[in-house]
């Protein structure tokens, strides 16, 4: 299934999250009970009051959307592990097994000075390769030699990103 993009300014985190399911399974394998929980919960930056507040996908509805597909998996058989980490606990080395096991990272960057969801989907000794679900023409990063925009690969990336900016602690774009 093709990779699909963002419909509004605040729904990056559940596309993300839609596009991990997509990326690890195949149609006929799809666990629908994960589509259902992130299509019904993952935008949830509202007040006491249903005002919407701006945001997309809390930090604390990721941490337990996390714990739930793994229970999830475990329960039903589905080679699937889940895990949310954050501060200090994100390690490069973690992310890159997991993306050299054929596994996805559903990682919170910035963009634009705001918090970003984007999906990594593979990594080697220059890049690393991710699902932006933001669309932007191919131009958008002329004069930005870190970030490459890539055409063609609808399944699986459409950016590349030099390691060393993806390992900047600063607040950049598609960085830790």
Not at 6 to 16: F, I, L, P, T
Not at 26 to 33: A, D, F, R, T
Not at 51 to 58: E, L
Not at 148 to 165: A, C, D, L, M, Y
């Amino acid at each position: 299934i093709p990779l699909k993009y963002q419909m509004s300014e605040d729904d990056c985190g559940s596309v993300c999250l839609l596009n991990c399911i997509a990326f690890l399974f195949e149609v006929e394998e799809m666990p629908l009970e994960l589509i259902k929980l992130v299509s019904a919960s993952a935008i949830d930056c509202y007040d006491d009051l249903g005002n919407y507040k701006g945001g997309d996908t809390s930090r604390k509805l990721m941490v337990f959307i996390s714990k739930w597909i793994d229970v999830f998996a475990t329960k039903k058989g589905i080679p699937l592990k889940a895990k949310y980490l954050s501060g200090a606990s994100v390690s490069p080395y973690e992310i890159a097994k997991c993306l050299k096991e054929r596994g996805c990272v559903c990682m919170r960057t910035t963009q634009s000075n705001k918090e970003h969801y984007v999906m990594l989907t593979a990594i080697d000794d220059n890049y690393v390769y991710l699902f932006d679900p933001t669309f932007r023409l191919a131009d958008s990063y002329k004069g930005n030699q870190n970030i490459e925009f890539i055409s063609g690969h609808p399944f699986t990336f459409n950016r590349r990103v030099k390691v060393e900016q993806f390992l900047d602690e600063l607040p950049k774009e598609f960085a830790l």
